[in-house]
């Protein structure tokens, strides 16, 4: 296409022979300002500007630029012709002002393009570094006193391997991408002549060396990079409250088994017992990540601490950072992100065995936690506990020190959509053998639905048999309109009591 363009050129040169006006080489602007989506002007004869030039990478047949959302589609055969015909000298008025109208605009002309990387160093102060954090910078790109508005596609980068590949979006210059400190911001197609201005959204957990970069990219390409220093210490936290398992109509026995969900509500937050300690099966209490299982084999009542519980515990210490660790695996995540390459021995400390959560930064942190799993050989006839508690940490920041404390803990008994404040230092399961008063449709709650088959039954419209009618018979004398409003009064909040 380039070698069309050339002929196309030297055309015009033959055809202005006539002038001794012609310097360098001639032709219409193709800066993105021109509209030449359907017309073309050549205005300027005689000028000093050089040929657009056209990318090497530029694929024959393909239309790969784009100027500001408009395509530069056209035809080269076509646009010579039309340059050809056009430029007929007219006798003596050389060299003429040329004017030229085509439906034809220039295929493959595209304006150039330049490499630009954009990337954020985290300094961790001697502290682990969070690489996964995401940074958020927004874009301010001017051409010609003029926003871009455009699709500028770009790849997240790892060293030299590519990630991922993305477009950004960009509206009267303006557009914002997100991605992990760890990857490098990387487009080939940014145009050239650009001012540009990019700053990095707030992040008051950084203290950063600057808030934005400006510069105007030309061909030989732009890297811009900012520095976020971290401004706090990593905390471990054990969650200051215990989950309590009831078991009602009969006493727990062996094989009985309670497993816990316990895990961050929002994705990305810090996971509860991200470095589990190993536990076998045998285990009466095991801790996993983001979860908890108990296996009580006798009584009613089960205790599953979450609190913090300081033992002699051969732990993993690091000498590069003088510090100890519950696990190689944790050595490992935060040795390797510290950059301190010590080298580690296993020795008694005293720590921290409890399941714990380290925070990086401050902020407020919910965990749902609920029984996902009950087992045992008469598994059918136990009511599980449907409840979910919402247990909220507020990490308070004081320096560089932070402090987290367990601030509320909420009950929901409807899947989560409506909490009420319940008790900070427990978190009860109760699960029933056999009839659970109330529970006539056996889902584990006292609903709505419980009051109406309870009056579809006293009105005859459908008989309860069985475990149903047990459930049903809320104050031991039969089932009648009393259990039906008993029942009423409980679900209306009424009574906090069957
Ligand atoms: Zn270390």
């Given at each position: 296409?380039r ?29 993105s ?27 024959p ?14 035809n ?29 605009t ?11 990387s ?116 990593p905390?471990?936290?054990?969650l ?55 296996k009580?084999?006798s ?45 580690y ?25 609920f029984?996902t799993a ?61 009839v ?9 709650e ?14 005859k ?29 409980f ?8």
């Amino acid at each position: 296409m380039r070698r069309y363009f050339k002929r196309a050129i030297a055309v015009l040169v033959i055809a202005l022979m006539c002038s001794t006006l012609i310097g360098g080489g001639v032709l219409a602007e193709n800066e993105s300002e021109n509209d030449i989506n359907n017309e073309v002007n050549v205005e300027e004869i005689g000028g000093n500007e050089d040929v657009p030039e056209i990318s090497p990478e530029e694929k024959p047949g393909t239309v790969s630029g784009k100027t500001e959302g408009e395509e530069l589609e056209t035809n080269v055969e076509e646009a010579r012709s039309a340059l050809a015909g056009a430029i007929s000298p007219q006798s003596d008025a050389c060299p003429v002002q040329l004017s030229l109208k085509s439906s034809s605009t220039y295929h493959n002309v595209r304006q150039e393009v330049s490499d630009f990387s954009l990337s954020t160093t985290v300094n961790g102060n001697k502290q682990y570094t969070d690489n996964d954090r995401v940074f958020t910078y927004n874009f301010n790109l001017i051409k010609n006193g003029k926003g871009l508005t455009t699709s500028l596609p770009y790849k997240l980068m790892s060293g030299s391997t590519v990630v991922s590949e993305h477009t950004l979006e960009l509206e009267n210059g303006n557009g914002s991408v997100s991605f992990p400190a760890r990857y490098q911001f990387k487009t080939e197609s940014m145009p050239t002549g650009v001012n540009y201005q990019i700053t990095h959204k707030a992040d008051d957990n950084y203290t950063w060396n600057k808030d934005s970069v400006t510069g105007t990219t030309d061909l030989s390409g732009s890297n811009e990079s900012f520095n976020a220093t971290y401004k706090y210490s990593p905390v471990k936290y054990s969650l200051d409250t215990n989950i309590i398992v009831e078991m009602k109509g009969r006493a727990f026995k062996a094989g009985d088994s309670f497993t816990y969900s316990i895990a961050p509500e929002k994705e990305g937050d810090p996971k509860f017992n991200m470095f589990p300690l190993p536990s076998g099966d045998s285990d009466t209490i095991a801790y996993y990540e983001n979860g908890a299982r108990i296996k009580p084999s006798s009584g009613t009542i089960a205790t599953l601490s979450l609190v913090e519980d300081i033992q002699r515990y051969s732990s993993i210490y690091c000498s590069g950072c003088n510090t100890y660790y519950k696990t190689s695996k944790e050595y490992n995540y935060y040795c390797e992100n510290k950059g301190c390459f010590g080298s580690y021995t296993v020795v008694p400390s005293n720590i921290n065995v409890a399941p714990e959560i380290c925070f990086l930064y401050p902020g407020t942190y919910n965990y749902i936690v609920f029984q996902t799993a009950m087992e045992s050989s008469d598994y059918d006839s136990i009511q599980q506990d449907q409840a979910q508690y919402k247990v909220t940490v507020k990490v308070d920041a004081n320096g560089s020190n932070l402090t987290p404390s367990l601030t509320s803990v909420k009950k929901s008994t409807d899947g989560g959509a409506t909490w009420s404040v319940s008790d900070k230092s427990k978190l009860t399961f109760t699960n029933y053998f056999g009839v659970k008063k109330g529970d006539i449709d056996k889902d584990g709650e006292i609903t709505m639905n419980d009051v109406i088959l309870c009056l579809n039954h006293v009105s005859k419209k459908k008989i309860l048999t069985g475990e149903a009618l047990a459930a049903a018979d809320v104050d031991g004398n039969g089932v009648s309109m009393n259990d039906v409003i008993k029942l009423l009064n409980f679900v209306s909040k009424k009574n906090s009591d069957l």
